[in-house]
């Protein structure tokens, strides 16, 4: 018999042996079901952990989803809120520019808002009478240069590009609703030398809400003119000015498109058309008058004849 290696184990119940070849055999069984439980139970694992990663994966791309959602949502809150601001800011200009009329009324006329359509009336009565005489009117070289002087003439700039928007309604380029435009939009280059249209004391040169910057000029017999979206001012509040002076510089301030001068024309606490005013020549000023007929010209006139001594006029006054 060949030699063996025989192990022998012996406890209460008896004794066994085993052969080497034998404890193999046994020890290879129990690592090839260990393997297989190994495998079986990394399947699963996998499995569950495939399960979960596909269940984080799809939260993932609804959270993605819900971010671009909420970012649009976002970016239109946005523009409405941006859209509301814009129409707060223009509403609010509104605001002022009627409070602006109703304190012309109180400091120029001496009348009280709650009066003002009996002072309309009253006045379309006098104007109607004024205009008897202003059709017929014929200005003396003094009276003309005087009254041009003295009333906002001619253009503010001496170098622009073109008239962008006229007075009146018109669809705004930013709030994209159809609204009233209280002046005339003038393209230029931004540092465009402004000059004053008229004598006069500056009332107001700082940052004004969608104007930027604003000056306002305090003119003769009522008259003011308003100048927006400057770059620079060279005059200050309460500073004279005479017919031609330099007074600021055009530039893209405030709610603008692009640079321009914004430019306007008051009389007592009505806007006028500018364009009236800018296009005014020794030829064209009795259109001027037939056409604003809100501006008392015949008092006017009689007015700077007394003010400034001129003994003889061609002009009635009754």
Request: glycine residues 6%; proline residues 3%.
């Amino acid at each position: 018999m060949k030699n063996k290696f025989m192990i022998t184990i012996s406890d209460i119940n008896g004794t066994k042996q085993y052969t080497l070849h034998q404890l193999m055999r046994k020890l290879v069984w129990w690592i090839i079901i260990g393997v297989i439980a190994i495998i079986a139970i990394g399947a699963i694992f996998i499995k569950t952990l495939s399960s979960k990663i596909d269940d984080l994966d799809e939260k993932t791309q609804q959270y993605k989803a819900t971010q671009k959602m909420l970012i649009v949502e976002n970016s239109k809150l946005q523009n409405v809120k941006s859209t509301l601001e814009k129409k707060i800011e223009h509403k609010g200009q509104e605001l002022n520019s009627m409070n602006d009329q109703l304190s012309e009324i109180e400091k120029i006329i001496g009348l009280k808002p709650d009066i003002a359509d009996a002072f309309d009336e009253r006045l379309e009565q006098a104007k109607q009478k004024s205009l008897q005489n202003v059709h017929t009117a014929k200005l003396s070289l003094a009276e003309l240069t005087l009254l041009n002087h003295s009333i906002p003439t001619g253009m503010p700039l001496k170098h622009y590009k073109r008239i962008t928007d006229k007075f009146g309604y018109r669809m705004h380029p930013i709030l994209h609703e159809r609204i009233f435009h209280f002046g005339v939009d003038i393209a230029t280059n931004v540092g465009t030398p402004v000059y004053a249209p008229a004598d006069g004391v500056v009332e107001y040169a700082k940052e004004k809400g969608g104007y930027g910057n604003f000056l306002l000029i305090n003119h003769p017999f009522g008259f003011k003119t308003g100048y927006g979206h400057l770059s620079k001012f060279a005059v200050k509040s309460g500073t004279y000015v005479s017919k031609g002076d330099l007074v600021a510089y055009t530039g893209n301030s405030g709610r603008s498109t692009g640079p321009h001068l914004h430019y306007e024309v008051r009389y007592l606490y009505k806007w006028l058309n500018p364009m009236s005013f800018m296009k005014w020549s020794s030829k064209t000023y009795l259109a001027t008058m037939q056409h604003e007929r809100i501006v008392n010209w015949d008092e006017l006139l009689s007015q700077l004849k007394q003010r400034y001594g001129l003994k003889t006029s061609s002009i009635a006054f009754k």
